[in-house]
T-cell receptor, first 114, second 114 residues
């Protein structure tokens, strides 16, 4: 079946520093998967941060970027300068082919220190 | 658009009691998903429906968990004979029926089994 592996546990970054949360995937269905980053801010529900459904394309939202790299089967989340308000739990996910059930990574907790 | 609605937000049950969780998807969305979220396991898929029909319940513990979608405006997740290990946040999500579309999550129901 499909699988998603992302940076595990907690990542701590100082405000204004750069960030990368790694995500690699394995999809068994024919064709390229659709890739997503979801985020859960403290006290809020899980919500979409960005998605890319075309291999080679880049998605961006709220200063975050992720590029769909089909050769490396990666979809790393990056931000050049994080803010304290970016502290949240981030999930990488994919859907593939006719499989409408998303496969999620285990989540990465980002803590940004002022 | 009120988003996905889940009730109750918090539920406390005694070991062996039954718990029923409710979800109202976004109007017009034809797919409804249920997940369980814990710190240890992350986001676990339970089951999903398309146009009210069950599609995949591969994540459901077979003996005590059941889910239904009697009409397009709500779905229920029932846990019989609750156990302490059932304590988790249960999330409901809805989406359009296409794998390229993102899911919209409800706020979750926090179930605590004493």
């Amino acid at each position: 079946g499909d699988s998603v592996t992302q940076t595990e546990g907690q990542v701590t970054v100082s405000e204004s520093k750069s960030l990368i949360i790694n995500c690699t995937y394995s999809a068994t269905s024919i064709g390229y998967p659709n890739l997503f980053w979801y985020v859960r801010y403290p006290g809020e529900g899980l919500q979409l941060l960005l998605k890319v459904i075309t291999a080679g394309q880049k998605g961006s939202s709220r200063g975050f970027e992720a590029t769909y790299n089909k050769e490396a089967t990666s979809f790393h989340l990056q931000k050049a300068s994080v803010q304290e308000s970016d502290s949240a739990v981030y999930y990488c996910a994919l859907t593939s082919g006719g499989n409408y059930k998303p496969t999620f990574g285990k989540g990465t907790s980002l803590v940004v220190h002022p | 658009n009120a988003g996905v609605i889940q009730t109750p937000r918090h539920k406390v049950t005694g070991k062996g009691q039954e718990a029923t969780l409710w979800c109202e998807p976004i109007s017009g969305h034809s797919a409804v998903f249920w997940y369980r979220q814990t710190i240890v396991q992350g986001l676990e898929f339970l089951t999903y429906f398309r146009n009210q029909a069950p599609i995949d319940d591969s994540g459901m513990p077979k003996e005590r968990f059941s889910a239904q979608m009697p009409n397009q405006s709500h779905s229920t997740l029932k846990i019989q004979s609750t156990q302490p290990q059932d304590s988790a946040v249960y999330l409901c999500a809805s989406s359009f029926w296409a794998s390229s579309y993102e899911q919209y999550f409800g706020p979750g129901t926090r179930l605590t089994v004493l």
